[in-house]
């Protein structure tokens, strides 16, 4: 049975095979370079507040929706695709960054001194809430995303890729350069830092925390926001819960990463997407079809299981004594 | 602390109280009033779909349909046992979760309904069809495809749509004769209908010594196909199956081709709809899926009308087998000249009538009797009809629309509406409304 | 206390008056209570946060319907099989709890999450190559309790009252929940209990004093993954059908929300937050619609997304008005007070 495959592959040509690769790879770090730009917000509120901001994935969810609606109205008008593209992304950007400073202001700050579980089940019922009213404003349906921007395929070494793909993968890079910029190069940075390492001492330097929190959030949600849109126009399709299961991957990708670290959220999303990629393509021909794609999300936590076993911090966390 | 809860509980059966009331008071739009007079008897069925989460839109759609059918039901002043019957409508949200679906189902056996449409999942129908039958309250579902549901040797569990294994070789037989595929790859998305319906054409496939792939999954929220669609592309195959409904199958056709995968792609009923066109873009160009049942095209050009009249939107999936269940129920008790189970039950197992989506008739098991499947292809962005399949038979949809000339549904129904009660053939509701 | 024992026996009866639906919630109410109560032991007395919980649950579930079920052809009497689904689950319990002895918080709630969802794929895919549980077709068909001649499925008249089958499933959950609370009980004041405190309030600290960290904490995992066992059994036979859809991460995510927002380490907050999470939907599930017939004459918003919408805002003020919960422990009071004496 095994000899007749080998058969059949010798005679597909070998090529094909590394072509195949290749192309997985595409496939992964377009996937990971999305799961890294949404797991930049959970990485940057837990590291400021060390909170799971289970409604992150929703922000996501919002910037796709707002940039749906400006989409479908501003084509009509002749508006032409790029910056039609552009002002939906920026109001996105702007709608969700007033969200995320409602939701901080509202359901997080008051728990600032709570019991560590509280803002969870804050955070998990601000979830319930952003998808019902979603599900009022955009209906229940899964909606066709507008594909104005042409998709065109590109050839690279046997793999093709989309100038979509391109652009989510330029975008990604772009925005975790600024994000690094800005939390390692300005004073906003420096006080990011310094409340995340201690607030109160902080406070006490003049370092305004409430703000500095505030601003975390707003930052966090604008680079949802924009995962929103490319999400949306790589896989064309927007619906009020396509959130949960993206924020629950970016999650685990900051946490793969070291949750609170910047670098480590784009690597642990870049090595999430990988490994998806390549799970899905290859257990089934390692495990001779006992495992097949099926299990492509069981070989993703395991993954990060024994990468917490090892490193029980993450792959770039800091070593940390909290208590749950 | 014993007071209190007895007292909130009495509190709570009076609130229970008021709901029903209330609801059967006015659940519907403002309408004249019947005239008074005549006296008048009320009946209650139930329809359950999920409302919320992710397939809400697909429930919503079931619940018009089943809507659709009492309404004009109610506008044909039915008479049952002499009296004007008011057919009511209780719709309730299962949630797509299972536990959710037998509470609701108890909740409808306490407000006495005298039958169910419902629900649309085979996860939910399953364990409620057995809270039913304790109850003796007769169940059907239009979108419940799990041959377990009818295979509980329950007396009043019946479908409307056709199981697994009656639409998975149908779809496959279609592509095996006209693709003449030498290897398939078959996809599902790992729930209960995707995999039941991919096993079923993968049965048909081997059957048939045609080569199919390992079967390859994701999840039913799955947006990313390309690593799985990247790992069949190194196979070449001529055709691909995915067993799986419209909000995943989109993405997954406008990736595949973003791919520069050449096979055929086919799906089945989930598959079926607007929305995937919309979804996959220009990508559902020549891609071929099954419904089962007619095509509403050939049954009832009426249902769809109707139904985009009352609901300001196109139907999307299950509504006409939803509307043709609500028929059915309404039918057999107008049959029996009752709404009581026991009397109605008869009547129901040889009922017989041309619904929306073909002729109706239920086997012993409560599946539908010879189900005609038909074949649809995109062609410059619409769903067409090519081919119908009955009995094994594939007849092309022209030569079917020339052999049933005029068209199946609209005669005999007429004729039929005028004679209140006869248990072979009962009436459709939709052509009596307009009386 | 006799007061509350009778009317506990009598409220099923009440109950039936306004409908079975009523009886059906509250075994439903129970079996999270019981749920909750387990999960109370590893994330309220061990202090270890747990996303996965419902991983045992579905063990439990899966080891009743496939030894009383067609599906094997195996028919064992539920006093066999309940306690083997406890056992089972505990052991997955451990098997959790092993690799994870060194990871704190988050990390520890990210491989917990992991870990259902890792059980959730693979009841969902053992049903091929080999067919063990069905795949995401699920197991129907399974056998209802039944004890002696007397079957849970069918409806008896004793004492001129009608026992339907909830009735008497309310009868067992209660004696089981009783059982349970009694567990709970003792076990908090226990050696053990103040082990696990000891554990959640300073591990280290613990360590030093002589505590057998790594032991106590895999007894936390096990304990309270076997009360999900014999949850999941029961769930299995009131349902008589399970597929792996019940058993999903938002299942994990509502009872840690019933322990949070009841008051996590207290026995008789969770019950509350428990009962609280189960009674309040089904509550609105009836008021919503005629209350907004009668404000507005006409439905504006489907009751479903009001009822959703709502127990969203209610978690979220619940949180901000009451942060150690409804009914939080007296540690936790303590904690509070202590921490806005001392504003940071």
Redo the contacts between chains.
């Keep these: 049975m095994l000899a007749c495959g080998q058969k059949a592959f010798a005679a ?1 040509a070998i090529e ?2 590394m ?2 690769f290749i ?2 790879l595409v ?2 770090i ?2 990971g370079a999305v799961y890294a730009v949404v797991a930049l917000g959970y990485t940057m509120v ?1 590291g400021i507040i ?1 909170l ?1 901001n289970f409604a992150h994935g929703e922000l996501v969810m919002i910037g796709a929706m707002v940039a749906f609606t400006l989409i479908g109205v501003l084509t009509p008008l002749g508006v032409p695709a790029l910056p039609a593209v552009l002002v939906a992304t920026l109001c996105a950007m702007t709608a969700c960054a007033l969200l995320g400073y409602a939701m901080e202001r ?2 997080y700050r ?2 600032r ?10 955070a ?6 952003l ?3 979603a ?2 404003v955009w ?4 909606l ?1 995303f507008p ?1 104005i921007v042409k ?1 065109e ?1 590109f050839a690279l070494a046997g793999a ?1 890729i ?1 100038n979509i793909q391109i652009g989510i993968i330029v975008i990604s890079v772009a925005m975790m350069l600024g994000l690094a910029w800005l939390v390692y190069r300005t004073r906003l940075g420096i006080a990011m830092r310094a409340t995340s390492q201690n ?2 001492m902080a406070a006490l330097l003049g370092v305004d925390a409430n703000q500095v929190i505030a601003l975390t959030f707003i930052i966090g949600a604008a680079l949802a926001a924009v995962a929103g849109v490319m ?1 949306g126009s790589y ?3 927007a ?1 009020y ?2 959130g949960s ?1 993206l924020g ?1 991957k970016a ?2 990708a900051a ?1 793969l990463g070291g ?1 609170g670290n910047i670098p480590g959220a784009m690597l642990g999303g870049v090595l999430l997407g990988l490994v ?7 257990i ?1 021909d390692f495990t001779d ?2 495992f ?7 070989f993703a ?2 993954v ?2 024994l990468v ?2 090892f490193r ?3 792959l770039l966390g800091e070593r ?5 | 602390m014993k007071r209190s809860v007895v007292l909130h509980h009495a509190n709570l059966c009076t609130l229970a109280a008021v709901g029903v009331l209330t609801l059967a008071g006015c659940g519907e739009d403002p309408k004249p009033a019947p005239p008074p007079p005549p006296p008048s008897i009320e009946i209650k069925i139930g329809h359950v779909a999920p409302l ?3 397939i ?2 697909l ?2 759609d079931n619940e018009n349909g089943a809507r659709m059918a009492l309404e004009e039901a109610n506008a044909a002043n039915i008479k049952i046992d002499g009296k004007d019957a008011r057919f009511v409508m209780l719709a309730e949200d299962d949630q797509a979760d299972p536990k959710v679906g037998t509470t609701v189902a108890q909740k409808l056996i306490d407000a006495k309904v005298a039958g169910v449409v419902g629900h649309l999942n085979s996860g939910t129908t399953i364990p409620a069809s057995s809270v039913y039958n304790g109850a003796n309250i007769p169940m059907i579902s239009g979108s419940a495809t799990n041959p377990q549901l009818t295979e509980q040797g329950f007396k009043g569990v019946f479908r409307v749509m056709g199981r697994d294994d009656q639409q998975g070789p149908a779809i496959a037989s279609y592509l095996a004769a006209n693709s003449k595929p030498k290897l398939v790859a078959i996809i599902d998305d ?1 729930t209960a209908y995707g995999e039941g319906l991919a096993n079923e054409v993968e049965k048909y496939f081997k059957g048939a010594n045609i080569r199919v792939l ?6 039913d ?1 799955r ?2 196909w ?3 669609l ?2 069949i ?2 196979r ?1 195959p001529d055709a691909v199956f995915y067993g799986g409904m ?2 995943t199958g ?2 997954l056709l ?2 595949a081709r ?3 995968i050449k096979a055929v792609f086919s799906f089945g009923d989930g598959g079926c709809s607007d ?1 995937m066109i ?4 220009t990508a559902a160009e020549g891609m071929l899926c099954s419904q089962a049942g007619l095509p509403p095209a050939a049954a009832s050009k009426k249902f769809l009308d109707a139904y985009k009249a009352r609901f300001k939107v196109d139907p ?1 999936l299950y509504s006409p087998f939803t509307y043709d269940a609500m028929q059915a129920l309404i039918a057999a008790m107008k049959g029996a000249n009752s709404a009581d189970p026991a009397k109605y039950l008869p009547v129901m197992q040889k009922l017989e009538f041309n619904g929306a989506t073909g002729h109706i008739a239920f086997d012993e098991k409560g599946d539908r009797k010879d189900a005609e499947m038909s074949i649809f292809q995109v062609k410059e962005g619409k769903l067409e009809p090519i081919a119908i399949i009955k009995n094994g038979q594939t007849v092309s949809f022209a030569d079917f629309m020339a052999q049933a000339n005029p068209a199946p549904a609209a005669a005999p129904a007429a004729a039929d509406a005028t004679q209140a009660a006869q248990p072979a053939k009962a009436a459709p509701a939709p052509d009596a409304a307009k009386k | 206390m006799v007061l509350v024992a009778l009317a506990l026996l009598a409220l099923p009866f009440a109950l039936a008056g306004a409908g079975t639906t009523w009886v059906r919630v509250t075994n439903l109410a129970i079996l999270f209570i019981l749920l909750s109560l387990g999960l109370n032991i590893v ?1 309220g007395f061990a ?3 747990d996303l996965g919980y419902i991983a045992f649950y579905a063990v439990g579930a899966y080891v009743y319907a496939l030894l009383a079920s067609p599906h094997f052809g195996i028919h064992w009497p539920f006093w066999v099989i309940l306690p083997l689904g406890a056992l089972v689950a505990a052991l997955f319990g451990a098997l959790l709890g092993a ?2 002895l ?10 917990t ?3 259902g ?2 059980v959730r ?2 009841l ?2 053992l049903g091929s ?1 080999v067919n063990i549980t069905n795949g995401p077709r699920g197991i129907a068909r399974i056998d209802a309790i039944r004890i002696g001649e007397l079957s849970f499925a069918r409806t008896d008249s004793f004492l001129g009252l009608d026992f339907s089958g909830p009735i008497k499933y309310y009868f067992l959950l209660l004696a089981m929940l009783v059982a349970v609370i009694f567990i709970n009980l003792r076990l908090q004041n226990s050696r053990i209990g103040r082990a696990w405190e000891a554990v ?4 280290i600290a613990a360590r030093a004093m002589g505590i057998d960290t790594t032991r106590i904490k895999l007894l936390a995992f096990a304990m309270g993954a076997s009360f999900a066992g014999v949850a999941g059994g029961m769930f299995a036979a009131i349902q008589g059908f399970i597929s792996p859809e019940s058993f999903v ?1 938002v299942e994990s ?1 509502m009872v ?2 019933m322990v ?2 009841g008051g ?1 380490g207290n026995i008789w907050g969770v019950i509350l937050g428990a009962l609280l999470l189960s009674f309040v939907p089904e509550l609105l599930r009836y008021t919503v619609q005629p209350l907004q017939q009668y404000f507005f004459g006409r439905m504006l ?1 489907d009751p479903e ?1 009001i009822r ?2 709502i ?6 003020l619940v ?2 008005f009451r ?3 409804l009914w939080p422990s007296a540690v ?1 009071k303590r ?2 007070a202590a ?2 004496e001392d504003p ?1």
């Design positions: 597909g094909t095979l072509d195949i192309q997985q496939n992964g377009t996937l837990y060390q799971i509202l359901a008051p728990l001194r709570a019991p560590r579980l509280a803002p969870l089940i804050s998990i019922g601000v979830s319930i809430i998808q019902h009213l599900l009022l209906s229940r349906n899964p066709a594909q998709t395929s093709t989309t607030a109160q999400v896989y064309g399709i619906h819960t396509m299961a629950l999650f685990c946490v949750i998806e990629a390549l799970g899905a393509g290859y089934g079809n006992v097949g794609s099926n299990y492509q999300d069981v936590f395991m990060l299981i917490l076993v029980p911090s993450g940390v004594g909290d208590r749950a | 919320t989460g992710g809400a839109h429930g919503k790992a390992p079967r390859e999954k994701g999840d929220k947006s990313d390309k690593a799985v990247t790992k592309k190194g070449n419209d909000a989109g993405p406008k990736q973003e791919l520069n929305k919309e979804l996959a873009g999307i | 994330v202090g270890l946060l690799p994870t060194k990871l704190r918080g988050d990390y520890l709630a990210i491989v999450l992991g870990f969802e890792i794929i693979f969902n895919n190559p959640r309030e300073d591990e991460l995510v840690l929300s949070v927002l996590m918003i997304v959703m919408l127990f969203g805002f209610a978690l979220v949180m901000s942060p150690g919960g936790r904690e509070l921490r806005s940071a």
